[in-house]
Nanobody
Framework: QVQLVESGGGSVQAGGSLRLSCAAS????????MGWFRQALGKEREFVAL????????SYADSAKGRFTISRDNAKNTVYLQLSSLKAEDSGVYYC????????????WGQGTQVTVSS
């Protein structure tokens, strides 16, 4: 299991930006798929974005395409989520997640970081 710690959340006006960070404790960071999920109050957790192995492949939820960018710095064992053109509906707790390249489920989760977007 990988230890994950998110940071960078906060409050921002609609249309603003934030950059979330997720620091991983794993020395073999390059062997893990990293992803971001979010959960609004009273809602189910939903997928936002992921980056595979060394970041050469990315995937985004439709709601994130064109506005959010996931990236990773393997030298720092850190994955980022750049949030731009934020909307009120983007508010929620954002979670970093990790899984082995051979795993079919996400097996490591961070504690979450709050993002609040006001209109």
């Amino acid at each position: 299991q990988v230890q994950l710690v998110e940071s960078g959340g906060g409050s921002v006006q609609a249309g603003g930006s934030l950059r979330l960070s997720c620091a991983a404790s794993e020395r073999t960071f390059r062997t893990f798929v990293m992803g971001w999920f979010r959960q609004a109050l009273g809602k189910e957790r939903e997928f936002v974005a992921l980056t595979s192995w060394i970041g050469g492949s990315t995937s985004y939820a439709d709601s994130a395409k064109g506005r959010f960018t996931i990236s990773r710095d393997n030298a720092k064992n850190t994955v980022y989520l750049q949030l731009s053109s934020l909307k009120a509906e983007d508010s929620g707790v954002y979670y970093c997640a990790a899984k082995s390249v051979t795993a079919t489920t996400w097996d490591s989760w961070g504690q979450g970081t709050q993002v609040t977007v006001s209109s």
